[in-house]
């Protein structure tokens, strides 16, 4: 038998007015997997995210964390705290993400201190290491948000969401601010970090370039509803859907032709 | 050199420019660099290598209370020697921008109409005339219903079709030269590539020369013919868009190709280990040296020029090396 999944939604939907952002989207992501989820502006990818972390009340479906439904937000601080507990959630702008007057050691702690009794000394201790897993040292610890590049500041946040020790991070665009070079440096730590502690991942992202090297399944979300899911290299490798053909098209590359992908997008409609 | 047999409109020769207070080197460290008519020419770096300050030399703008020495000329004219009523035709006439974030550069208050015509109606082409102009930019930019479309605010429109009415705007005086400085990067995949198939067309059909800033490769590949990459303020090489891939001379500029994600590939990006040169620093040697794999004693305490190699202009003493297998 598989395991129990780790984070699992059944018939998920979400309306604003008479618009269906989300729209009858299924899917299990197992204990240490990762699911990416991709789709163009507007196609209801970060609308799912904050569902799954309790930041949005599904219209319709249930969201299930460990075999327990998890649908409705948490009311109330011991509920609020069991759900950060079990799954974080890591946003696109590394500038808005953290407080600009809280240090990076302090940010660090401040999960620590909500939902662990440790003495000061313990805690210092599980913060260094924390800082120490992301990459970073004594010299950004000490140092405001805004002394930071982006890529630091991502690593930060990553530092904060692995403090509660969840089974589960939400990354939403986690590494589209960032310019390539330190987005590959992100990927490779996000790889490490899924490795070495078994956290699981569902990676929001509009750009399929990277969904390779982060996920082992693959989730194609067009206005709302899920157009074609499956194992991620064999989506990549062998797309069905005319859309998720046209996402793999549209990533930048030689020979690349964007006359003809904007013609294949005007023809979808 | 390839690409420069055409006219050259924009033309920026050995540009240092120091900033007011506090930086240890130079945002930009003798910056030379060429677009012609009808070319595109990309910049590629990374975050804070100095390609927004180029590119804004190229108008005239410069950070406050910066001191610049060298040239920049655009179709000839000195625009760092320019007085205030001259740059301003220069940047309504000549050389247009387009930048980033359109929601961040266009006035969320004024209509789409007052944004695309103004450069016109400044220039004393009357209200009517230019309204008919927007309207079939509107339309080449594929803004639907553009007559509807001028009335509305900025608001009303998606990132993508407001960088469409971005681009129109920065069409709209006619410039021999379009500065695009990372104009789809806030825009989702798919949208970058509709707004590229206009951008290009549209510089195609009018023989503007293109400078394409961007820290994305792979894109600067796709748009330009030939590609300047920057590190820390300076160029460090400058080749063909084909040449830079098949063979990069820089270890850095190696670095960025292996940090950019294939999409056929099983190989995961690498990303260039440690971190950029702030302005606080200013290494003695070459500035990539903390980060080169390939770097030798001699690299930390001599600084490389550019200089030809093959064919190909790089800024590194290893550069006859070969550096990737
Ligand atoms: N007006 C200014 N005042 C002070 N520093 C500035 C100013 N403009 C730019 N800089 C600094 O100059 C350096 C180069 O900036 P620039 O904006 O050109 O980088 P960039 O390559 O365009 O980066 P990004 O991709 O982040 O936009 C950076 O260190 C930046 O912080
Ligand atoms: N609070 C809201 N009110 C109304 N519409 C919304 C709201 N949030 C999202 N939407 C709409 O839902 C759709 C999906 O949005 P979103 O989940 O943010 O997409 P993505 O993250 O893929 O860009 C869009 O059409 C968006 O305009
Ligand atoms: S000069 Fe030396 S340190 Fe600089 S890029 Fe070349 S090999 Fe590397
Ligand atoms: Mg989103
Ligand atoms: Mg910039």
Redesign the interface.
Known sequence: MTEQPVLAVEGLRKTFGDHAAVDDVSFAVPPGGSLAIVGESGSGKTTTARMLVGLERPSAGRVLVDGADRTAPPRGRTARLARARAIQMVFQDPYLSLDPRVTVADAVEEPLRLHFDLDPAARRARRDELLDRVGLGEREAAALPRRLSGGQRQRVALARALAVEPRALVLDEATSALDVSIQAQIVELLRDLRASLGVAYVFVSHDLSLVRHVADDLLVLRRGRTVEAGRAAAVLDGPRHPYTRLLLDSVPRPGWDPARIAADRRALD | MPGTTGETLLEIDDLTVRLASGAARPVLDGVSLRVARGESVGLVG???SGKSVTSRAALGLLPAGATATGTVRVAGDDVLAMPPARLRELRRREAAMVFQDPRASINPVRRVGDFVTEGLRAGGTPARAARKTAEELLEAVGIPDPRRALRRFPHEF???MLQRVMIAGALAGGPRLLLADEPTTA????????V???L??LQAERGTGLLFVT?????A??VCDRIYVMYAGRIVEEQTA?GL?ARPRHPYTA??L??????GS?E??????G??VSLAENPEGCAFAARCRLAAPECAAERPTLRPVDGVSVACLRAEEPIHD
């Open positions: 990374e975050s804070g998606s990132g993508g825009l989702d995949v798919t949208t970058q590539a509709e590229i198939s206009i290009t067309r820290h994305d490769l792979d894109l590949a796709a084909d891939f670095g960025l292996a940090a950019t994600p294939r999409m099983a995961p990006p690498r990303g260039v280990p971190r950029p």
